[in-house]
């Protein structure tokens, strides 16, 4: 007879190794068998991630597959399980093969994963597999190579016992009968220092006596203990969300099971390089806005988390792109040394830099003309461009020019304190200078003249009282976008035309795309969405033509962004050009594109596929320009 207080020496350090057998499948049936069971905690995870169906997943620890299978099941197609015991990966393998459900089990160790770095978006342990290891040390192992497998910004999910809970209300003894001819008998302790408990657990066949007699531990892990050892693994931003406690059929013993809860952690990091074949590669250098430094049209004036995160995403995307090597840089202290030092080696600049030079959305042409003057290659529009589409009253007066409708509107100068309004009501007061809807904000539309003369005093306050102010008619139709990526005439793509849809609105909102729909994610406009248009297709066919005639008349380049809306009578009316528009993944830009089934890393490659179209191009006009005569300059 084995007294308790010499459990701790009887469990091998390896336990986990040899328990987890058909006989598993049994003690803890009511359990893990339970589909019941298996598909409220798969729906609390699902809710708890807000993840897509396209998402890679890793289920580690997965045992039979239980979860990762009822995950298939709900539409996700990029599944892995993996788990140490032989036995249960072959019931998961065997039951996904079944069902024809993609998931990709495999048997390994958590401790050294067999997947390459930036693998997954998300990771599950689940149904308490985590703390099986002898010491402290193995888990932060479990953790560190989850921290590596995950992509930047990844997350971990993990469904664990309530460590403090289960350490005053284990109970010391249990048996119950798992079948007609088995049942169980369980006794468990607390480790000398308290931090683990240890059970035993006897399986009895009414026939043949004794069968199995397993020796267990498990670590206890606190919620503060637990994020500790999760920061030192590099991870951040732990949330606790929900317990749980299954509802076990037979009112089984649910020992670990009993009580546990779901955390979720963030890792971040930058991605792992990548070994790309040198013949085949083109050194490109990115140009990004400086996080050192603030930026006014941020609403804290700093790079937040969801910039870090924006960028990883372009990084990612960039990453997947094998004829490229990437440079990024961001320190515009150093910018003008940086590009001097490299430019022997470099093929062209991918400039990103909407921020502009220092973060000053003036000096957004400033970067293009610094590249012309060194004579670098790169993306995007130049600096006449930028010069012309940062003045929405120019760009106004260009479009008329060309018979290109816009809204009615008048020009505001600094030092004018009063003027007649020579249209109706409503209108719309923005800055005439800048990008990101800066200044623009619900109480920008105006109903009366005192909300007008309002309007105009927080835009003053806002960027200053020596900058002009533009005032347009407000229109009340539709709010559409229209994207070209290539260049016009020799080869163009025209992306699907995207409106936003303001169905989810307060009726007392105005229904804009301004600052708080950009910038605030918790305030009304978190609710507007960008849906395929729902317009003739005669406006399609005279909004395609109209940005084809901007885009060669303001001399855009690579990809561009124009900004329209439809009047009361559904007359398209010219709002913007965006030259070099926002990249980010989630953008206006990348919307349309997934419109025409072009995902993100696809729309950055095309983007750079037509800017070496041009680079082309353009070295060909020079080889073929005919030689001056002697003496002829």
């Known amino acids: 007879m084995i007294h308790k207080d010499h459990f701790e020496a009887q469990v091998h350090p390896d336990w986990w190794r040899h328990i987890f057998t058909s006989l598993y499948l049994k003690t803890d049936g009511d359990v893990v ?12 995870i699902l809710d708890t991630l807000k993840v897509q169906p396209d998402a890679h997943v890793l289920d580690l620890c997965c045992g039979q597959g239980r979860h990762s299978l009822e995950i298939a099941r709900r539409g996700f197609k990029n599944i892995d399980g993996l788990d140490r015991s032989h036995y249960l990966i072959q019931r998961a393998k065997s039951q996904g093969k079944k069902e024809a459900l993609p998931v990709r089990f495999k048997e390994g160790d958590a401790r050294k994963l067999p997947y390459p770095s930036d693998s997954f978006d998300v990771v599950t342990i689940l149904g308490n597999s985590f703390g099986y290891f002898e010491s402290v040390q193995d888990d932060m192992r479990v953790l560190k190579e989850v921290a590596r497998v995950l992509k930047p910004w990844g997350k971990l999910l993990i469904d664990v016992t309530d460590g403090d809970y289960l350490r005053e209300h284990f109970e010391p003894r249990s048996w119950e009968w ?41 670590r206890l892990y606190s919620k503060e203990s637990l994020t500790n050892l999760l920061k030192h693994a590099g991870f951040s931003d732990t949330m606790f969300h929900a317990e749980v406690s299954p509802e076990s059929q037979r009112n089984q013993d649910l020992g670990m099971m009993q009580r546990r809860f779901i955390l979720t952690t963030t890792i971040k990091k930058q991605w792992a390089a990548q070994k790309k074949k040198k013949e085949q590669t083109k050194e490109v250098v990115v140009i990004m806005g400086d996080p050192s430094k603030p930026d006014a049209l941020k609403p804290l004036c700093i790079f937040d988390d969801d910039d870090f995160y924006t960028i990883d995403q372009l990084k990612n995307a960039l990453r997947q792109i094998d004829r490229y090597k990437i440079t990024y840089l961001n320190n515009h202290n150093t910018l003008i040394h940086d590009l001097a ?8 600049v991918f400039n990103l830099c909407d921020e502009g030079f220092n973060n000053d959305p003036r000096k957004e042409l400033h970067i293009p003309s610094l590249l012309e003057i060194m004579g670098f290659r790169y993306t995007g529009s130049g ?14 007066g260009i479009a008329k020019e060309m018979g290109i409708a816009v809204p009615e509107a008048f020009f505001i100068r600094p030092e004018e304190t009063s003027f007649e309004l020579p249209f ?11 990008d990101s809807s800066f200044g623009i904000t619900t109480r920008s539309v105006s109903y009366t003249i005192e909300e007008l003369v ?16 533009l005032v347009e008619e407000f229109l009340t139709g539709k709010d559409l976008s229209l994207g070209i990526i290539g260049n016009a005439p020799e080869s163009y793509m025209v992306l699907p035309i995207i409106e936003e849809d303001y169905s989810g609105l307060p009726e007392s909102l105005p229904k804009i795309c301004g600052y708080e729909a950009k910038w605030l994610p918790d305030s009304p406009y978190a609710t507007v969405k960008s849906i395929p248009a729902q317009i003739s297709e005669e406006t399609k066919k005279l909004l395609e033509e109209w940005c084809v005639m901007l885009f060669e008349r303001l001399e855009c380049r690579d990809y561009c962004r124009f900004d329209w809306r439809l009047d009361a009578n559904g007359n398209p009316k010219l709002l913007e050009v965006n030259p070099n528009p926002g990249w980010c993944w989630d953008g206006h830009l990348a919307k349309m594109s997934a419109f025409s089934e072009i995902d993100y890393p696809k729309m950055i490659e095309t983007i750079l596929a037509e800017a070496e179209k041009r680079f082309s191009r353009e070295t060909e006009m020079v080889v073929e320009k005919p030689l001056a005569p002697a003496g002829v300059s």
Do not use: W
Request: aromatic share 8%.
């Open 383 to 396: 600096p006449q461009c930028l010069a012309y589409c940062y003045d929405k009253s120019l760009v106004r």
């Open 33 to 44: 068998n339970d589909p019941g069971i298996t598909g409220k905690e798969v729906s609390l």
């Open 341 to 348: 030092r490299i430019k022997p080696k470099v093929d062209f």
């Open 454 to 469: 309002n309007a105009i005093s927080e835009i003053r306050s806002k960027i200053g009282y020596e900058k002009p102010i």
């Open 178 to 218: 798992m079948d007609e001819k088995h049942f169980v008998c369980r006794e468990r302790s607390l480790s000398l220092d308290g931090q683990r408990l240890i059970s035993r657990e006897l399986i009895n066949h009414t026939q043949k006596g004794l069968i199995a007699d397993h020796f267990y531990a498990e």
């Open 424 to 434: 109706n009501f409503p209108v719309i007061a923005k800055p005439n200078f800048g």
